[in-house]
T-cell receptor, first 115, second 111 residues
Framework: DSGVTQTPKHLITATGQRVTLRCSPRSGDLSVYWYQQSLDQGLQFLIQYYNGEERAKGNILERFSAQQFPDLHSELNLSSLELGDSALYFC??????????????FGPGTRLTVL | GDSVTQMEGPVTLSEEAFLTINCTYTATGYPSLFWYVQYPGEGLQLLLKATKADDKGSNKGFEATYRKETTSFHLEKGSVQVSDSAVYFCALRGNFNKFYFGSGTKLNVKP
């Protein structure tokens, strides 16, 4: 158990809908990262937050947005969903921002199925 | 841009065989390099890491050396076990704290 929790575990929805994925980092970790894992594109880094502020952006679509709240939990919002958004979405957390000892701890993931 | 390329799987080995999973990278600057392992139905776990050239990361019998001259970070283990069966991901942390992962290599170890 990494200490990172994600809810829900599974999500099934229809095209055009909007969903919110939630992540609680390990106790004391200030950074949260979001990743998308799909069969055709592998594991893609989406976005990182550090202590409530966006710090790094990867291949995140404009239909997707994220935020980190004062209690450090994070939410990833996916809107106007398409079939191709079906994937496993991972959250990871780490203690530091760019320290050389920065280690990411991954949650179990949320499996999103868009029908 | 930065990227990671790792050998395609699946790799199938017998127990106690020697394992090598190749990983090469392209990066500007001085990236940190990582190997993660994903067991079925679970998230990724950090296996080992190296933060500068010639560093060797090691954990649970696995090793990888950061080779700047060949831009490689190959994963090795001298004697694999059935419990090592999983998907292995090579990754780098590049400029602006962005992370890039390889496509993953599935390892099957047979008794």
């Amino acid at each position: 158990d990494s200490g990172v929790t994600q809810t829900p575990k599974h999500l099934i929805t229809a095209t055009g809908q909007r969903v919110t994925l939630r992540c609680s980092p390990r106790s004391g970790d200030l950074s949260v990262y979001w990743y998308q894992q799909s069969l055709d594109q592998g594991l893609q880094f989406l976005i990182q937050y550090y202590n409530g502020e966006e710090r790094a952006k990867g291949n995140i679509l404009e239909r997707f947005s994220a935020q980190q709240f004062p209690d450090l939990h994070s939410e990833l919002n996916l809107s106007s969903l398409e079939l191709g958004d079906s994937a496993l979405y991972f959250c990871a957390s780490s203690a530091l921002n760019q320290g050389i000892t920065d280690t990411q701890y991954f949650g179990p993931g949320t499996r999103l199925t868009v029908l | 841009g930065d990227s990671v390329t790792q050998m395609e799987g699946p790799v199938t080995l017998s127990e106690e065989a020697f394992l090598t999973i190749n990983c090469t990278y392209t990066a500007t600057g001085y990236p940190s390099l990582f190997w993660y392992v994903q067991y079925p139905g679970e998230g990724l776990q950090l296996l080992l890491k190296a933060t500068k050239a010639d560093d060797k990361g090691s954990n649970k019998g696995f090793e990888a050396t950061y080779r700047k001259e060949t831009t490689s970070f190959h994963l090795e283990k001298g004697s694999v076990q059935v419990s090592d069966s999983a998907v292995y991901f090579c990754a780098l942390r590049g400029n602006f704290n962005k992370f890039y992962f390889g496509s993953g290599t599935k390892l099957n170890v047979k008794p």
